[in-house]
């Protein structure tokens, strides 16, 4: 059985970091897109950042560049997400997700697996 375990939220202040963890077992995610969404309350899933399998190579959401790193361990089967210089606008749940496939995948659509998500609020 497929699982992505997501970790590492929590309540911050603005301007604070979090680094949240996303753990996968029951297969190994060679070759797979990795990817981080978050969900706000009564708002739809959103891309946050991806990560290839080949040369780690990454891609952002506009509303987190240059905040947020996305990487992975693939020894770990495991994968990153470091944000820093957080704002209120970024409370939400974050999703971790596998996508099947080396493009940078930003629709929900397109990811073959999902966690259940870890709860990230920042105060203002």
């Known amino acids: 059985q497929v699982q992505l375990v997501e970790s590492g939220g929590g309540l911050v202040q603005a301007g604070g970091s979090l680094r949240l963890s996303c753990t996968a077992s029951?297969?190994?995610?060679?070759?797979?897109?990795m990817g981080w969404f978050r969900q706000a309350p009564g708002l739809g899933r959103e891309f946050v950042a991806a990560?290839?399998?080949?040369?780690?190579?990454?891609y952002y959401a506009d509303s987190v560049k240059g905040r947020f790193a996305i990487s992975r361990d693939n020894a770990k089967n495991t994968v990153y997400l470091q944000m820093s210089s957080l704002k209120p606008e970024d409370t939400a749940a974050y999703y971790c997700?596998?996508?099947?496939?080396?493009?940078?995948?930003?629709?929900?659509?397109?990811?073959?697996?999902w966690g259940r998500g870890t709860q990230v609020t920042v105060s203002s």
């Open positions: 997700a596998a996508a099947r496939g080396s493009d940078y995948y930003t629709s929900t659509s397109q990811y073959d697996y």
């Open positions: 029951g297969r190994t995610f060679r070759g797979y897109t």
């Open positions: 990560i290839r399998w080949s040369a780690g190579s990454t």
